[in-house]
């Protein structure tokens, strides 16, 4: 069957104009496949700068990648035009990290609703357009007689983000780009945002890209991850092999810098020091290398491929040298679904 989404090979650099030599690759050579007939809840994990946020721009078609494709159900998303255009605007809808920004603040929440209804033609009439709000609303966990009326400051943060969910589940998406979701809503209200998010997956088969700094909230939500740092895949799998037995120095990293309180280990175990930057050969090898405590001579000479560590765990690391290779093409076969 021919995948939902696929990302063959994207890599995505950015120049500084035209006359500029000075380059930054975003994203370095990625595949992933999200499959049709699966909907699944698959995190992209990082830092600032790992490349994430680039990841969604170009799912979204915001920009075009600069090698490699990216298809959705098998048509390349730069080339789509009339229906398949109209259709994937449609069916891959975004939720942004601000719930205030996409609100206009002369007009009720209703209007933010109403808006794609009229725009994608998706009710014959008032009433039909209202039930549709009022099932959006409910999916997400509000009641309409609470929102509806009302302008977007007399509303919570977390009530207007799940507002922004709804808006998204109206046009009955297929994918939904979910991009820091909850990292500016108070940590009261996280859990109930994402348990909408797996309620949309479970409920209504909406796949979910979760794109966040934030592996506390992907592993609640989540079920694989990747795991990025400047643009290139560290570390891949189900969330619970990768959260609870990370195997890449970054990824153990990342983890040990959190005390996780639902997660039975010891915190500080792994003591990685970040080391200064070391000139010239940093860039043909490991991109962690300048970081790693257990970088060798090969890790500064060519990149490490990836590593399959577990049945649905892999790591780009020559410290996994003696495991099978993963071609990066197949990444998304130690990617479980649920
Ligand atoms: Fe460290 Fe080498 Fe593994 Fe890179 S490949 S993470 S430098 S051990």
């Known amino acids: ?51 994430k946020t680039t990841l969604a ?23 789509l035009q009339g229906e398949a255009k109209t259709n994937f605007r449609r069916e891959v809808q975004a939720v942004f990290q601000d719930p205030f920004a996409v609100f206009n603040p002369f007009y009720p929440v209703d209007h933010l609703l109403s808006v794609p209804i009229e725009k994608f033609k ?17 999916a997400v966990g509000l009641r309409p007689e609470d929102v509806l009326g009302r302008f977007p400051h007399q509303l919570s943060g977390g009530q207007r983000q799940r507002i922004n969910v709804a808006r998204a589940l109206l046009l009955k998406p297929r994918l939904l780009v979910a991009d820091e979701p909850v990292s500016m809503v108070d940590a009261s209200l996280r859990a109930t945002i994402l348990e909408s998010l797996r309620n949309l997956n479970r409920e209504y088969g909406i796949s979910i890209i979760y794109i966040t700094h934030d592996l506390t909230t992907a592993y609640h939500v989540a079920h694989s ?42 915190w500080g175990q792994t003591e990685i020091v970040a080391r200064e930057q070391e000139h010239g050969s940093i860039e043909t090898g490991c991109k962690f290398a300048s ?27 020559y410290l996994y040298d003696a495991q099978p290779v993963v071609a990066r093409e197949r990444l998304s076969e130690v990617l479980p679904v649920s």
Request: aromatic share 6%; hydrophobic share 40%; net charge positive.
């Open 225 to 266: 991850i990747i795991v990025l740092y400047r643009g290139s895949v560290m570390e891949a799998g189900s969330i619970d092999r990768v959260i609870r037995e990370p195997q890449h120095p970054y990824t153990r990293l990342l983890i040990d810098s959190i005390p996780w309180p639902d997660i039975n280990r010891k």
């Open 122 to 138: 998706l009710a014959r009439n008032r009433r039909e357009a209202r039930d549709k709000i009022d099932e959006a609303l409910n």
């Open 1 to 51: 069957m021919t995948p939902l989404l696929e990302f063959r090979n994207v890599t995505k650099i950015y120049t500084k104009g035209l006359l500029s030599r000075a380059a930054t690759t975003a994203l370095d050579d990625v595949s992933l496949k999200i499959e049709d007939d699966q909907p699944t809840i698959l995190t992209i994990a990082g830092e600032s700068g790992s490349g």
């Open 291 to 317: 970081r790693c405590p257990f970088a060798m001579d090969k890790c500064r000479q060519a990149p490490p491929p990836l590593y399959r560590v577990a049945p649905e765990q892999a790591a780009s690391c």
């Open 57 to 79: 721009m170009l799912l979204l078609g915001f920009i075009a990648p600069t090698h490699g494709q990216i298809l959705y159900k098998g048509n390349d998303i730069t080339r």
